[in-house]
């Protein structure tokens, strides 16, 4: 089999599609169903202290023989026993996010292991590609949970990304079909990372009302907001409208804070308070139909790749049938 | 020539890319030049007065024998004036936008003109169709100008609106290139509405300043705000400044209005004021890199279109060529 998409190549992956490793949704249970549905599985270590992290990874290992991966946000506090787990058991791939990529990706590359940077900007997508990674993540505004300050969204993000770095893309950010894969692909990345879509898995540890909630998000059902913290896309529950509340009142960065407290994602997404929990979740929810075992999810996204592009080696029907000749 | 492309026969035009009938920035010679190179030419009827968009319609029809348009915002206050112009001159194309289509589309419709509308999401999208029109606009956030109160991408809503509607749905919102015409088309639009690529055209009637200063505005160089009011996407500049400042002093939704005033778009736009003036242009604008002929915009769109569907009737190649063959 040879391939000529630098994003399966990299990852050892039948398919260029990759499960995010988000905060209580990632578990070994979802990576290595997605890594054995030819997709690269990620484990979310965001959520997990370092010998949890440990664990996920064993258990991952045992149910995998393929490829996977492990989320990394360069922010967190247990980064040095996160990375030392990583190194000691082996995970082929390490996506990292949210901080400077230039400080551990040399050491991540030297210890033979594949580097791969979330950014929302292509001025941000060139700082990770001096610093050295294999790939970027280019993540659009319609996302969910931690965002880029500039809006991007993936439709502009992706072909500014992909033009402005030699090394290939992964669009993120609304992506949840095989039609928006392969407009995704069209823009000019190589592959996809879907989050929000896994959520809704049966091998999601997401609370059951969480996924629940996520099939039943309407359009316009997500929001940025805590653009002076860091900016997050979630769910419009009751404690969004407390956050609106407290915007309404003209609360100061240190007041949103306050409110948002610690561990209020945990509450929301993992235990399931649909009310004074925080419920991370992109704009593509609103398309999300019903709770699949995560390889279905996988299947199905490429049966609708696939379809759409041998029906375009056909030729253009349908809607893509009109007169495409220059006119004069 | 047949064609089972619903826009291109619907408006009697080669492609289906429109060029959106901007504020300050569509003039008859923009739009007779879109016309003329096989797009739908749209004249921007809510910056001016009746008598001038009178005018501007006859010398549309004596520079092009094809189908051209008028945008005609329907919370306009010469709404009544703009629409006998626009009967008493026979324009085939009606696009209407910002208010109920309910109103006035069976009437156009009676006077056999094709009305589409442009909506921020699906459910807008529906009532659209209800009220007899013969298209839909599904407009995303990263679009310039007033935008929708949802914040939807133009990569969820298209497909979103597409699964909701029977009648034909055009992307817009991000769109400047043949590889996001090509990506809008694959998400189930069956044509594209172009606006910032065309305010930066020879033949746009937006200030020499504003052409150039589009073309210099970098990614995350603009923003939406005024979310209270109308939300409207405009360009960071000082103006944009003094907005943020009054939101940092608590500004009131009076006091928002008070400062935005009358004429702000113009004295920007138009006039070219580009420190206390209203710039108004999309996300895309960060990968526009020059003035051109609107018919050289459309060609070379057009020309990028065309080199992808050819290159997949060839076969998946480049970072298209993997093995998407089901793995089990």
């Given at each position: 089999?040879?391939?000529?998409?630098?994003?399966?190549?990299?990852?050892?992956?039948?398919?260029?599609?990759?499960?995010?490793?988000?905060?209580?949704?990632?578990?070994?249970?979802?990576?290595?169903?997605?890594?054995?549905?030819?997709?690269?599985?990620?484990?979310?270590?965001?959520?997990?202290?370092?010998?949890?992290?440990?664990?996920?990874?064993?258990?991952?290992?045992?149910?995998?023989?393929?490829?996977?991966?492990?989320?990394?946000?360069?922010?967190?506090?247990?980064?040095?026993?996160?990375?030392?787990?990583?190194?000691?058991?082996?995970?082929?791939?390490?996506?990292?996010?949210?901080?400077?990529?230039?400080?551990?990706?040399?050491?991540?590359?030297?210890?033979?292991?594949?580097?791969?940077?979330?950014?929302?900007?292509?001025?941000?997508?060139?700082?990770?590609?001096?610093?050295?990674?294999?790939?970027?993540?280019?993540?659009?505004?319609?996302?969910?949970?931690?965002?880029?300050?500039?809006?991007?969204?993936?439709?502009?993000?992706?072909?500014?990304?992909?033009?402005?770095?030699?090394?290939?893309?992964?669009?993120a950010g609304g992506i949840g079909t095989g039609r928006a894969m392969l407009a995704a692909m069209v823009?000019?990345?190589?592959?996809?990372?879907?989050?929000?879509?896994?959520?809704?898995?049966?091998?999601?540890?997401?609370?059951?009302?969480?996924?629940?909630?996520?099939?039943?998000?309407?359009?316009?059902?997500?929001?940025?907001?805590?653009?002076?913290?860091?900016?997050?896309?979630?769910?419009?529950?009751?404690?969004?409208?407390?956050?609106?509340?407290?915007?309404?009142?003209?609360?100061?960065?240190?007041?949103?804070?306050?409110?948002?407290?610690?561990?209020?994602?945990?509450?929301?997404?993992?235990?399931?308070?649909?009310?004074?929990?925080?419920?991370?979740?992109?704009?593509?929810?609103?398309?999300?139909?019903?709770?699949?075992?995560?390889?279905?999810?996988?299947?199905?996204?490429?049966?609708?790749?696939?379809?759409?592009?041998?029906?375009?080696?056909?030729?253009?029907?349908?809607?893509?049938?009109?007169?495409?000749?220059?006119?004069?």
């Amino acid at each position: 089999m040879t391939t000529r998409n630098r994003v399966s190549r990299l990852l050892g992956v039948r398919y260029p599609l990759i499960q995010a490793g988000m905060v209580w949704c990632s578990p070994w249970q979802l990576a290595s169903a997605v890594s054995n549905a030819g997709g690269l599985g990620i484990i979310g270590a965001a959520s997990m202290y370092p010998d949890v992290l440990a664990e996920h990874i064993a258990k991952c290992r045992n149910a995998t023989d393929r490829p996977f991966g492990v989320n990394l946000p360069l922010l967190y506090p247990d980064l040095e026993a996160h990375i030392e787990r990583i190194l000691a058991a082996g995970v082929p791939v390490v996506f990292t996010s949210a901080g400077n990529p230039r400080k551990y990706t040399r050491m991540l590359k030297e210890n033979g292991r594949t580097v791969v940077h979330v950014v929302s900007s292509a001025a941000f997508a060139k700082k990770a590609e001096d610093a050295g990674v294999d790939a970027v993540v280019a993540e659009g505004f319609e996302a969910g949970g931690h965002n880029g300050r500039e809006e991007t969204t993936t439709l502009c993000l992706v072909p500014e990304v992909a033009e402005s770095v030699d090394i290939p893309v992964i669009a993120a950010g609304g992506i949840g079909t095989g039609r928006a894969m392969l407009a995704a692909m069209v823009l000019g990345a190589e592959g996809v990372q879907i989050g929000s879509r896994f959520v809704a898995s049966d091998e999601s540890s997401a609370h059951p009302a969480f996924k629940q909630r996520v099939v039943e998000t309407p359009e316009g059902g997500t929001v940025l907001t805590l653009k002076e913290l860091t900016p997050v896309r979630m769910i419009r529950n009751p404690f969004y409208h407390t956050i609106e509340q407290a915007y309404a009142e003209g609360a100061s960065v240190d007041g949103l804070r306050a409110l948002l407290g610690r561990g209020r994602s945990k509450r929301g997404m993992f235990e399931g308070d649909m009310d004074t929990g925080e419920l991370e979740i992109g704009q593509v929810s609103a398309q999300i139909r019903g709770v699949l075992p995560a390889g279905r999810i996988v299947a199905e996204i490429m049966a609708e790749y696939r379809g759409l592009v041998n029906a375009f080696a056909a030729g253009p029907a349908g809607r893509f049938d009109f007169d495409m000749d220059p006119s004069e």
